[in-house]
């Protein structure tokens, strides 16, 4: 995507709610993305594999309902979801302060924290999105949830657990090549952002 075309930059902070010490990225993302957009952006950036539904909780200014923004499904019929593919960033995040809520796999309940940390002009030469920094492994997907990514951790990391193999051999399953498993390593330079409208091209076949 062209530099020329893109008038502003957003820059978020994502941090997975409580991790502790905190699994975090920072990317940038083109202004004129939808919700769809940016939820493509946060699974790569994060080391997920898209493979749950996903929702975004925002609230616009001076009001109190929650909007909902994912992938609409008849299954949640007490809510309304809109589609994140029709919605742009801009209509909720409209300055740096501005915050959401992110849930990933509704059986596991990944929470996320997005900030807005600012609104910056495109640098020439860049391609975007990209990610700048960030700090520690994305949990294995299906590992149940944030007490069970720790309940996980403690098996893996003491080989006189009597789950231990069990952890090593159900973690090759998971993510072949991944064992042994280090929850401090992440490289901003190894994250590799998808299209986003491949992945809803995907989602609609």
């Given at each position: 995507?062209?530099?020329?075309?893109?008038?502003?930059?957003?820059?978020?902070?994502?941090?997975?709610?409580?991790?502790?010490?905190?699994?975090?990225?920072?990317?940038?993302?083109?202004?004129?993305?939808?919700?769809?957009?940016?939820?493509?952006?946060?699974?790569?950036a994060?080391?997920?594999?898209?493979s749950?539904?996903?929702?975004?909780?925002?609230?616009?200014?001076?009001?109190?309902?929650v909007i909902?923004?994912?992938?609409?499904?008849?299954?949640?019929?007490?809510?309304e979801?809109?589609?994140?593919?029709?919605?742009?960033?801009?209509?909720?995040?409209w300055?740096?302060?501005?915050?959401?809520?992110?849930?990933?796999?509704?059986?596991?309940?990944?929470?996320?924290?997005?900030?807005?940390?600012?609104?910056?002009?495109?640098?020439?030469?860049?391609?975007?999105?990209?990610?700048?920094?960030?700090?520690?492994?994305c949990?294995?997907?299906?590992?149940?949830?944030?007490?069970?990514?720790?309940?996980?951790?403690?098996?893996?990391?003491?080989?006189?657990?009597?789950?231990?193999?069990?952890?090593?051999?159900?973690?090759?399953?998971?993510?072949?090549?991944?064992?042994?498993f280090?929850?401090?390593?992440?490289?901003?330079?190894e994250?590799h952002?998808?299209?986003?409208?491949?992945?809803?091209?995907?989602?609609?076949d």
């Open positions: 995507m062209s530099t020329k075309m893109l008038k502003q930059i957003y820059q978020f902070k994502i941090t997975l709610r409580d991790t502790t010490p905190p699994v975090w990225r920072r990317i940038q993302t083109p202004s004129d993305y939808s919700f769809w957009d940016l939820h493509v952006a946060i699974q790569d994060m080391g997920w594999t898209d749950h539904l996903h929702m975004f909780r925002v609230r616009p200014m001076n009001k109190r309902k909902n923004i994912g992938i609409p499904d008849e299954s949640f019929d007490d809510i979801i809109l589609a994140g593919w029709e919605i742009p960033l801009s209509r909720y995040f300055q740096p302060g501005s915050q959401a809520g992110y849930e990933y796999d509704f059986g596991d309940s990944w929470e996320h924290d997005l900030l807005l940390e600012g609104v910056l002009i495109p640098e020439a030469g860049i391609k975007y999105p990209r990610c700048l920094a960030g700090e520690n492994a949990p294995p997907e299906d590992c149940g949830g944030i007490g069970g990514y720790y309940r996980l951790l403690e098996m893996l990391q003491d080989p006189s657990h009597q789950e231990h193999e069990e952890s090593l051999i159900w973690l090759e399953s998971m993510v072949p090549g991944n064992v042994p280090d929850a401090r390593k992440f490289n901003p330079g994250v952002f998808d299209n986003p409208k491949k992945r809803l091209k995907a989602l609609n």
